[in-house]
């Protein structure tokens, strides 16, 4: 199975940014999708983000607007660009894949981002 490895994650204050990281264990060109996920304790996992790989995007309204997810091919990474935070960005961010029917049960350690002044 896929190996994710997410990095980036940090304490900012509310209106900063930060760039998310999830490293692939193989070439992402191979996988039908990609996505940032986040979760807090006692939530549901949201789907943040997600993109296709030719290139399609798609956002939660909470974050259209404010975050990109972008892929680099050749470093078989894919990265979540966080602007204008708000406290309620506050989560473990997580990446996962999508095999064209459904998300995997995988998942890696996470990140955690805290937006706080």
């Known amino acids: 199975q896929v190996q994710l490895v997410e990095s980036g994650g940090g304490l900012v204050q509310p209106g900063g940014s930060l760039r998310l990281s999830c490293a692939a264990s193989?070439?992402?060109?191979?996988?039908?999708?990609m996505g940032w996920f986040r979760q807090n304790p006692g939530k549901e996992r949201e789907l943040v983000a997600s993109?296709?790989?030719?290139?399609?995007?798609n956002y939660a309204d909470s974050v259209k607007g404010r975050f990109t997810i972008s892929t680099d091919n050749a470093k078989n990474t894919v990265y979540l660009q966080m602007n204008s935070l708000k406290p309620e960005d506050t989560a473990i961010y997580y990446c996962?894949?999508?095999?064209?029917?459904?998300?995997?049960?995988?998942w890696g350690q996470g990140t955690q981002v805290t937006v706080s002044s």
């Open positions: 996962n894949t999508y095999n064209g029917r459904r998300w995997s049960d995988y």
């Open positions: 193989v070439s992402i060109f191979s996988i039908n999708a």
């Open positions: 993109i296709s790989n030719g290139g399609n995007t």
